[in-house]
């Protein structure tokens, strides 16, 4: 019984021992980083981060904070309010007299950073792992951090964040003394798409003063030279889609801005210079959903938009309706008129907004499912916000068609666009088809301010930005056509996002302004022309 006893005895011991060694970080480790030696503190930073556990973060973490002391003995502390931590034992216990804080200059304190972004590829978290990676790459590896980046790649389950570690890992071994290593380590970075891994291999085909090559092997130079041509090849097949996709997205944001003024200026003949406003009115409507949901609601927050929707159509089809009963029935067949008045109505809309919300922008957060995005071709991301803005105005354009195509109103609405007075006298009532359609150009519009407000700023000013570029959409496509609307405001996001890089923003404007001009004098009636009889 005696000896069973001091069997477990001795267990326990052991078991307390091992517990208090891994709890504890060696004294040996930790003394250079109170000395004076610049290369031993880095080295002592190297080897607490090839540790890779809590007790090393905390120590790491605690230098770059500054708040790692030293004791005259040399023992190293780290210090929160008046207690103290020993790393080397475990301990805690009050902040001892004569301690001195650990001065960290530029270079530890990026070695230090540098170890706290490898040891981050060890995390639990996918995404903290993803970013640690993607920095490291970034950055690049240096020799200290390669056991770390392998320990990490042996470990990485997640195919993307393994692919970015070997491009990190492949990049560190560039610098290898081994050919052989060299070698793979080019071959392997052809697989990527990421410019910021030409400077090293750019460097391997320079030559040196003296004239021979920093690289000295030949075959290991044409293997640079094609990988070099790859990551080109990829680089511009990425940057072709890119333009496409944000083409794509800033032609969906036009075709939002213009499709109810399609409708008011191309099947009613109403230049209205208030149809930016009414985009702002949609845009602020989504901001009072928004809080109305934080106020009452703040567990179903992310649902915000689809409420903010319908909103936002009825507010902006109910300021349609009044302005359509209360001025422009007045107004018909006098263009300069309605241009002049709807101006004023733009001003008095926006010095609305100012007094009641202020002239400052409003933040209107984008829902937590709209975060993000997409990685394709290595390195190109397409954010899920754009994503749901082009599939948003596929929808609403697909819903006009079918308002316009398949329902009654929309058959009233043909019909008095086509022949108002035949209309007026086989008993459409042309007065309300009037004030509906203008309504209906208006609420869509609301949905326009809606999705422009998860993709930029709210303000007065909003709608200000985008009715000179509405106005040419529907006037490039053809007065009073849907699809001339659609087929216009992707072309022009199209070119607009292939020109921008060649000509410049401010060039590429006058370009396609110049573009529409000389397009509209050799065919006025737009790509589509009108059927029938427009307003008179």
């Known amino acids: 019984m005696a000896h069973f006893l001091r069997t477990i005895a001795a267990l326990l011991v052991l078991g307390f021992t091992v517990l208090s060694a891994h709890a504890a970080i060696d004294p040996t480790l930790l003394k250079p980083l109170a000395g004076d030696d610049p290369d031993a503190r880095i080295e ?15 120590v790491l973490q605690a230098l770059k904070d500054d708040s790692l002391y030293a004791t005259p003995e040399g023992d190293v502390l780290v210090v929160t309010d008046d207690s103290a931590w020993n790393p080397a034992t475990g301990a805690t216990g009050p902040m001892p007299d004569g301690i001195d804080g650990i001065v960290v200059n530029n270079r530890l304190r990026g070695a230090v950073d540098g170890a706290l972004s490898g040891m981050a590829l060890l995390s639990p978290d996918v995404a903290k792992r993803d970013a640690a990676a993607r920095g490291l790459l970034e950055r690049g590896v240096t020799p200290e951090q390669l056991p770390l980046v392998t320990r990490a790649l042996a470990a990485e389950t997640d195919a993307g964040i393994r692919a970015t570690l070997q491009s990190a890992k492949a990049v560190a071994d560039l610098q290898s003394p081994d050919v052989a290593v060299r070698k793979a380590a080019v071959i392997a ?24 090559y920093a690289e000295p092997d030949g075959d290991l130079r044409l293997a640079a030279a094609n990988t070099l041509n790859a990551i080109d090849s990829r680089v511009s097949r990425a940057e072709f889609v890119g333009n496409l996709f944000y083409g794509l997205s800033l032609g969906s944001v036009l075709l939002l801005a213009a499709l109810g003024l399609a409708i008011t200026f191309g099947l009613m003949g109403i230049i209205n210079m208030a149809h930016g406003e009414l985009l702002m009115i949609g845009a602020y409507t989504t901001y009072l959903v928004q809080a109305a949901f934080r106020q009452y609601f703040p567990g179903a927050l992310d649902w915000y938009l689809a409420a903010a929707l319908p909103c936002a159509f009825f507010v902006a089809f109910a300021v349609g309706v009044l302005l359509e009963r209360t001025v ?22 926006m010095q609305a907004v100012r007094t009641v919300f202020g002239a400052q922008n409003v933040e209107v957060a984008n829902p937590s499912w709209m975060a993000g995005g997409v990685t394709v071709l290595g390195s190109l991301v397409l954010p899920y916000s754009r994503i749901a ?10 819903a006009v068609w079918l308002i316009l195509n398949k329902t009654r109103l929309g058959l009233f609405v043909r019909a008095v666009m086509q022949n108002r007075r035949m209309a007026d006298c086989v008993g459409v009532p042309t007065s309300r088809i009037d004030m509906m359609t203008f ?39 053809g007065v009073g056509q849907l699809a001339g609307t659609v087929i216009g405001a992707l072309g ?7 020109l921008e890089p060649v000509a410049g923003a401010v060039l590429g404007k006058i370009a396609i302004l110049v573009f529409i001009i ?19």
């Open 44 to 58: 002592a930073v190297v080897r607490l981060a090839a540790l890779a556990n809590d007790d090393a973060r905390k």
């Open 189 to 212: 970075l052809a697989d990527t798409g990421t410019a910021s891994l030409r400077p090293p291999l750019q460097a391997m085909l320079e030559k040196n003063a003296d004239g021979s």
């Open 328 to 349: 422009i029935r007045w107004l018909y067949g006098r263009p300069l008129e309605t241009l002049l008045a709807t101006w004023g109505i733009s001003l008095i809309l």
């Open 389 to 398: 803005i082009i599939v948003f105005a596929g929808l609403v354009v697909a």
């Open 439 to 477: 309504g209906l150009g208006s609420g869509i519009a609301g949905l326009g301010g809606v999705a422009l407000s998860q993709i930029g700023n709210v303000g007065p000013d909003l709608g200000q930005a985008y009715i000179i570029d509405s106005f040419m959409v529907v006037v490039l496509g």
């Open 492 to 498: 022009l996001g199209e070119i607009n996002k292939f």
């Open 518 to 536: 000389i397009f509209i004098q050799r065919r006025p009636q737009g790509m589509f022309a009108l059927k029938g009889r427009s307003v008179e």
